[in-house]
């Protein structure tokens, strides 16, 4: 059974920095891309960084997150900085089959999900 779980989220000022990480289990953590998606109150889901499945190729959507993941432990984290309230949201960590350099940023090919984690930036 394939599972995702998430931790680090909470309640930090603006500016602030946060570091959320997701534990995997049940699946070869090397053959698959990682990503990091946010979704904050009314908005749709957007991937807010991404990781293929070396590490080698990643994807931020904003210069104050940096994701990583270490594939000895079957972990991806996200580093978030310079926190601001529109950055408050459930954030998932997501993974989907892909080898190579491949970074995916779309929701649709991503096949397992965890449970979320909230971040809340309060101003």
């Known amino acids: 059974q394939v599972q995702l779980v998430e931790s680090g989220g909470g309640l930090v000022q603006a500016g602030g920095s946060l570091r959320l990480s997701c534990a995997t289990s049940?699946?070869?953590?090397?053959?698959?891309?990682m990503a990091w998606f946010r979704q904050g109150p009314g908005k749709e889901r957007e991937c807010v960084a991404a990781?293929?499945?070396?590490?080698g190729s990643t994807y931020s959507v904003k210069g104050r997150f940096t994701i990583s993941r270490d594939n000895a432990k079957n972990t991806v984290s996200l580093q978030m900085n310079s926190l601001k309230p529109e950055d408050t949201g459930v954030y998932y960590c997501?993974?989907?089959?892909?080898?190579?350099?491949?970074?995916?940023?779309?929701?649709?090919?991503?096949?397992?999900w965890g449970q979320g984690t909230q971040v809340t930036v309060s101003s």
């Open positions: 997501a993974a989907t089959r892909a080898t190579g350099g491949v970074i995916v940023t779309a929701a649709g090919p991503y096949i397992y």
């Open positions: 990781i293929s499945w070396s590490g």
């Open positions: 049940g699946l070869t953590f090397s053959m698959y891309a």
